[in-house]
């Protein structure tokens, strides 16, 4: 089992920027893909981008493109997504994921690709 928690989301202003972590802890021996999405009210859950955490290739979806950074921190078993020039359709329940995986390259792009999910962080932005 791996448990995940998010952390760093809040009330921002339009054309801010914020970064967002994930702390992931328990069964964390081995290489997982990790990704993150976001969850408007009302709204289907939507992919943000992924990584693989041994190789550190990402994959970014096309809501965000352009506008953030996914990393990690091997050490602290920590990954982050930075999101720059939030813009008030960015108001959102944040969520990280994790998925066991065997290759460098695989970084999952759905929902249903992932086995484990932090609890989510409302990031909210005012224009």
């Known amino acids: 089992q791996v448990q995940l928690v998010e952390s760093g989301g809040g009330l921002v202003q339009a054309g801010d920027s914020l970064r967002l972590s994930c702390a992931a802890s328990?069964?964390?021996?081995?290489?997982?893909?990790m990704g993150w999405f976001r969850q408007a009210p009302g709204k289907d859950r939507d992919f943000i981008g992924s990584?693989?955490?041994?190789?550190?290739?990402?994959y970014y979806g096309d809501s965000m493109k352009g506008r953030l950074t996914i990393s990690r921190d091997n050490p602290k078993n920590t990954l982050y997504l930075q999101i720059n020039n939030l813009k008030p359709e960015d108001t959102a329940v944040y969520y990280c994921?994790?998925?066991?995986?065997?290759?460098?390259?695989?970084?999952?792009?759905?929902?249903?690709?992932?086995?484990?999910w932090g609890q989510g962080t409302q990031v909210t932005v005012s224009s």
């Open positions: 994921a994790a998925v066991y995986t065997s290759t460098s390259l695989y970084t999952g792009r759905r929902e249903l690709d992932y086995d484990y």
């Open positions: 328990g069964r964390t021996r081995g290489n997982y893909a």
């Open positions: 990584i693989n955490w041994n190789s550190g290739s990402t």
